[in-house]
Structures are given as C-alpha cells and as structure tokens.
C-alpha cells in the first residue's frame, strides 16, 4: 500500500487545513503546502504562526481544535498501522476519517478482545445445554435463546462498529467479516424462530459457531493454520483423486473376482459395498477380516489385498505426505516473506506520520516516543531511549526510514542494564550476603548438576524396585510409592537444589530457565503429592509427579534436546491444530446430533456381520451400541473413537443398516477431514524438526547468543541529542545517570521460530528488501 488518508486532512474544511506543532515546536509534514489560506484569505506559515506555542486552538465554524491533537491523531494513526503490520491485517481495514477512529479503538481493545472471546465461547458451550442437551447441563428453551441472542448480539455490534470505518464495499472484499456477517443473520433469525416456538428444530446452522471463535483475535494462529490447510488443498486433492482412483479399480476387480463366492458376499455382493470396503481397507481397519474368506478359497487371492495395501497404503498415501510436506515448507517460507514485507509497509506508512517540516526524510525522538506511547504503552521512559539508540545505527540522533523497519525488533525485546559483576543480593543485609554468596559458591562448583543427575537416576531405579515388590492394598502401594521414606529423602534433596539455585541466582534469573520452572514445579508437585497422600490416601492422581523428575535426565542428550526444543518452537503451531480439530470435532458432532439423535443401536444389525459388535443382552453386550450422538459430550467420544479409525467401520456400517446406507457419507467425510488435517500436522512437525536441525548445523552457540541478545551502551550525550526538553532532562538524568556518563543495557529476544526464521533466511531477506526497496523507487 502506497496511498493513505490521514486523519487530519478532513478535519478542518472551511477556515484551515492544516497541521499542528508537536510539543517541540516542529510541524508535522503534510502533503499539504505549509502556506495556508486564513479566514481572511491570508496565506500564513504555519512553522511562524505557531512559534512554538502549544496552547493554540484552530476554529472551525462551532468546531475547536487544540493544535496538540493533530500530533497525537498522527501517533495513533501510526501505531494503528504498525498493529496492523504486527497482525498481519489489511491496510483496506484501516480508518480513513477521525470519526471513524472512536469505534475502531473500541473494537481494538483487551476489554472488547475479552468480550468478543467470551461471547464466542458462549455460544459453543451453548450446545452443552440445547436440544439434545447433556442431562447436567440442559437449560429450559427459553433461557438458552435468550442467552443466544445476547451472545448474537454482542458479536453483532462488533461488526456494526467494524463498518462504521471499514464501510460495505471494503466489507464484501473481505470474504471472512462477510461469511461471519451472513452466519450471524441465520442465527438471529433462528434464534427468533426457536424462541417464539419454544421448541427447536433441525439446526445445522449451529455447527457454524465456530465461526465466531476462530475470528477473535487471540486465535490469529488457528486462522493461519486455517490458511495454511487451504493452502495446501490443491495437491492433497491431487493426491486424493489419484488413491481414489485406484481404490475404484481395485473395487470393480474385487466384485467381479470375490461376487461369486458365498463367504464374502457382505464385502463384494454389489459394487458399492465393494467400493465401501476397499476404502475402510485403506485405514486397515477391517484387514486381514475382509481377506480370509477368499485366502480360504485361494492362497493366491492374497495378492489382490497385498498389492492394493502396497501400493494405496504404503506408497500413495505416504507420497501425499511428501507431498503435503513439501507444500507445507513453501508455504512457510513464502508465508514468512509476505509477512516480513507486510510489516515493512506498515512501517513505511507510520514513518510518514512522524516527519516534520523542519526534518522531512528522519525521524526525531519526540515522534518516536509519541507513537509508542499508543503501539507499546507498557515500554517505559527509558526502554523508549535504549530502543531509540539501538535503532540509530548511524548516530545522527533521528532515524531514517531504514533504520525505524527494525522497530517491531526493538519493541519485542526486554531491555535490562548490565550491572558488571553486580549480584542480586548485593543490596541486601550482610548475613543474607553471606547466605546467598555461599549458595553462588556452591552451585557454581562444576560437580554441583552432575551430583542432582546421579540423584536423579537413584531415584528411577528406587521407583522401579517400589513398583516390583507386592502389597496388600492400592493405598499401601501407592503410600510406599508417593509418599515412602525413599520420596521423601529425593524430594529432600531437590528442595534443597531448587533452595540453593533460588538463593544462588536470584528469582527472576532462576525462573528464567524453562527446565529450573521446570524442576520447580515438579518438586512442589512431589511435596504436595506427599501431604496430600497422608491425608487423603484415596487421592491417586498426584503419583505422576515422581516419575517426571525423570524427565530431566534426557536434557543429558544432545538428540533429546533437539526434539525438546523442536516440541517448545512447536508449541504454538500445536496450540492451533488442536484448535483446529476441537473445531472441525464440533462441526461434525452438531450435524452427528442432528442426523442420528434419538437412534437406539441396541441388537441394530441383527443378520449382519456386525451382529456381535451390537448384540445387547442382560448377560453379555457388544457396547458399540454405546457410540452414539445423543448429546454433544458423547458425539465427541464418538468422533475421537473414528478417528483413532480401529474399527470405525462397525461404527459406519450400524448406521448404515439402522438409518440408511447414505449415511456412510458422513463418517467418509469425517475420515477424509481428519485425514487431511493430521497429515498437515505431521508435516508441520518434519518441517519444524528439519528446520531445527538445520538451524543448529548452520549456527554455533557464539552466534547463538548473538542472534539472541544485543549489547548497546547509552551515553549522556546521546539522551541530550534525543530529549529537547528540560525537565524530561533532569529526570533522566536523575534516575539513570547518577555519578556516570554511560550505562550499558542488554536486550533479549524471545527463542521462537519468528527469530530463528530471520537466521535462517538472512540472505533471502536482504534480497527481499532489495527487492522491495527498487519497487519503491520505480513507484
């Protein structure tokens, strides 16, 4: 995006069209000449006019206008576009008019964010209490309408306060407001329909819900790995056209090898079961039950299931992994690009916001430190310097547009100042001096891990010889376990090191280590598994918390670290395909509940070949009769059931022969869904996993370190270059320059795949910005 309206330029129509000074005096560069026509004709400087003033007022018919809010317009409107960089949002959504900004800010809150969320998960969890309704959670119809509609509601004023700036034309642009705007009409008026009649209806609508969730904001991931599976459907539909295919051959070669014979009429009697059956042997679900009938006839009829498994099976569905793979890792790739370059632009359109008459091409310090008041409020006064010196590579003492692309870097860094040599207890009184220095010492001795990994080990084989010896009672077994002398000695002496550590490094360096938080909580847990068992000998559940001390011993291993760490960079991606199969589970089991509610499977498929599997008797039962959708909780175990696929056909097949055979559709559906959605998951696992192995080979620890944390050393000359201002002066120098003229500061990165991404493809990215910026200069 290269054009952009800015607020101030429909604020003053008649008497002025102007900008105002900023609290140094300097004008906001306008696209506008800075000779402007007064009330009288006049044309007049404003850079004169003003003289520095900030308590002058602009009249525009009965509208007044503080000269300060021009500026402070401008910080807002360009912390809205590095926001929108941030998120990956659309520059089309951004507000053109000041009247518009009111409702955007009111959408582009924590408390609306909160809202919206909460609202989203109401009407999910609806479902819990509408017809047909978990028993104890049913609510009278009623109620959960009115709840409904509330809910409705809610959402429903965000996208009202959304058009108030986006508009419709910008609004039927943009496919996933218009899909939330349309499944929001239908539930309005479904929610009537329900309400007036006091009874519900089929209402496959509610599986559209979901909808709403996904579109909060805290869910930007799941709408990326949303994209991503789209992204990826063309060559798994590829993939799918081609098993098919063969799945069809081997089908019609099947009925016409296998019809004849009487012992497996119920696989191949007509070509559709032939069909159906073929394709559950693809999950192998019903192998080798579909197979031995004709292997009895014929020891050679083997080799038509052989070959169909070997070829289907084995080699076209692992292909489609490779191949999901491979598209998978050019979606990251390019997904990475665009995102780097969108952020870019939106740096491009704030930096325009911030110049002034007197310094048109570079930003000063004062506009730097008003935009981030808006994009990073909980940046105090001195982050903002220690950030505005790390931006200003050249030294000048304002940035360049070059210099402000690595601002969302800067913000996303903590900066802390290096004290040399200076530990966390030196404040303190001399005796916890003492305490905490002899503590250092300890931890600091080279023998001091390896002594708690022998501990460690001592302590498995401990639970292994507890586990092997016999006791009377559960509760004997697992006092002895959880809560014997042995446990309490461990647990003792990884007090004792979570103890020492704490007081050696302090809190925040302690916790600052994921496997010291780690042994923290697993070391609480084992005290609390302790007093608890005493009390409450019944209360089995706290014995998980020894055997996952064990845990840390695989940081010993170099393999294991690499897969610990490839599980923490995947964790958000994890995070949004369980989100993702939670939501595809919710689709499915609404339309389950709507299709096969109120059907009894008890002795359903008498005189089929899943009798036994349905057979309900007082003495003995089948207790797949038990897979059903009556409500929402139990279609859910239903579903999962499917998709662990063991058996998922006698499941298909009882409602085949109990509803209608179509109704096969709907469980090959949900197969293939899942199908789908599971092999994108593991090829994002290989593809991070590949990524991280490449990573390590390419960089070294030293590089390592230096990709994480950057050094800058902030002089007292520097902050009078930046701060014009002679109070903001003696505060700084006040609370941070006392008795020195430099100080330097660390800043950290956080170790995600964001930041390994920009080690990665750092030779790509400087082509990318070559790229972009001759873009810029053709344009």
Request: glycine residues 4%; contains cysteine.
């Amino acid at each position: 995006m290269t054009d952009y309206s800015r607020f101030e330029d429909d604020i003053i129509v008649n008497s002025y069209h102007a900008q105002s000074p900023n609290r140094n005096g300097d004008v906001p560069l306008s696209i506008n000449d800075s000779a402007i026509p007064n009330e009288d004709g006049e044309n007049i400087d404003l850079r004169n006019h003003f003289d520095g003033r900030l308590d002058v007022i602009f009249s525009d018919g009965d509208r007044r206008i503080d000269v300060n809010q021009f500026w402070e317009m401008n910080y807002h409107e360009a912390s809205i576009f590095l926001e929108e960089g941030e998120n990956n949002e659309k520059f089309d959504s951004h507000p053109h008019e000041p009247e518009a900004l009111p409702a955007y800010l009111l959408v582009h809150n924590d408390w609306y964010y909160g809202m919206d969320l909460a609202t989203s998960l109401v009407l999910i969890v609806l479902a819990f209490a509408e017809d047909p309704a978990t028993p104890p959670f049913e609510m009278p119809v009623a109620l959960h309408s009115i709840i409904e509609l509330f809910a409705l509601a809610v959402i429903g004023l965000g996208l009202a306060l959304k058009l108030r700036w986006m508009g419709w034309l910008t609004i039927l642009k943009h496919k996933r407001t218009m899909l939330k705007c349309i499944t929001l009409t239908i539930m309005i008026v479904e929610a009537f329909v329900v309400l007036i009649r006091q009874t519900s209806h089929f209402r496959v609508s509610r599986a559209l819900r979901p909808i709403f969730l996904v579109d909060t904001h805290y869910l930007g991931g799941v709408r990326r790995f949303i994209r991503q599976i789209l992204q990826s459907l063309p060559p798994i539909f590829d993939m799918l056209l081609l098993i098919f295919f063969f799945v069809t051959v081997y089908s019609v070669l099947g009925y016409y090898l296998f019809k004849s014979t009487t012992d497996v009429h119920n696989h191949f009697d007509t070509l559709f079961n032939s069909f159906v059956n073929m394709f559950v042997l693809l999950t192998t679900a019903n192998f080798p039950d579909i197979m031995m009938p004709a292997y009895s006839k014929s020891k050679w009829y083997s080799l038509f299931f052989i070959s169909y498994l070997c070829i289907v099976l084995y080699l076209l569905m692992n292909l489609m992994l490779a191949v999901v793979y491979e598209t998978f890792t050019s979606i990251e790739r390019d997904k990475f690009r665009k995102l780097l370059l969108h952020k870019r632009q939106a740096c491009k359109n704030a930096f325009k916001l911030l110049l002034t008459k007197e310094n048109p091409n570079q930003m000063e310090f004062p506009q730097f430190e008003g935009v981030m008041r808006y994009y990073a409020p909980k940046k105090g006064n001195r982050d903002l310097l220690v950030m505005f010196r790390y931006l200003n590579t050249s030294g000048t003492g304002s940035l360049t547009i070059e210099e402000f692309y690595g601002i969302y870097d800067s913000v996303m860094m903590t900066w802390q100042p290096q004290a040399i040599d200076t530990p966390w207890y030196f404040t303190a009184s001399p005796a916890v001096q003492r305490i905490c220095q002899t503590a250092n010492s300890i931890i600091s001795w080279p023998y001091f891990d390896h002594i708690f990994y022998v501990l460690t080990t001592l302590n498995g084989i401990a639970m292994i010889e507890r586990g092997m010896q016999s006791y009377p009672s559960l509760q004997t077994s697992v006092l002895a376990f959880s809560a014997g002398w042995d446990t309490c000695f461990f647990l003792a002496c990884f007090t004792l090191e979570v103890a020492l550590k704490t007081l050696g490094m302090g809190l925040e360096r302690y916790f600052s280590s994921g496997w010291n938080l780690y042994d923290f909580v697993v070391t609480l847990g084992g005290l609390i598994a302790v007093i608890s068992l005493r009390l409450f000998p019944d209360f089995v559940y706290v014995v998980v918390f020894r055997p996952l001390k064990l845990l840390r011993l695989f940081k010993l291993k170099k393999r294991y670290r690499d897969i610990i760490g490839t599980m923490a960079i995947l964790s958000p991606l994890i995070k949004s395909a369980g989100c993702v199969m939670l939501v595809m589970y919710y689709f499915f089991a609404i339309i389950g509940m709507e299709l096969f509610a109120g059907y009894d499977m008890r002795n359903c498929c008498n005189g089929t070949n899943i009798e036994t599997y349905y057979k309900y008797t007082p003495d003995k039962s089948g207790y797949y009769y038990l897979n059903t959708f009556p409500n929402l909780a139990v279609s859910l175990v239903t579903l999962f059931e499917l998709t662990v696929v063991n058996n998922w056909f006698v499941v298909m097949n009882g409602y085949a022969t109990k509803v209608h055979a179509a109704s096969r559709a709907y469980f090959v559906l949900f197969y293939l869904f899942t199908m789908v959605v599971l092999t994108i998951v593991v090829a994002s696992v290989l593809e991070a996993f590949r990524f991280r192995i490449q990573y390590k080979k390419q960089t070294t620890k030293r590089d390592e370190e230096k990709l994480l944390h950057e050094e800058i050393e902030l002089k007292w000359e520097d902050v009078m270059n930046y701060v014009k201002d002679f109070q903001a002066l003696q505060k700084y120098r006040s609370d941070m320059f006392v008795g020195v003229g430099k100080i330097s500061f660390l800043g950290s990165r956080p170790r995600n795949r964001q930041v390994l991404q920009r080690r990665m493809y750092r030779h790509e990215i400087e082509q990318w910005m070559q790229e972009a910026a001759a873009i810029d200069k053709r344009l």
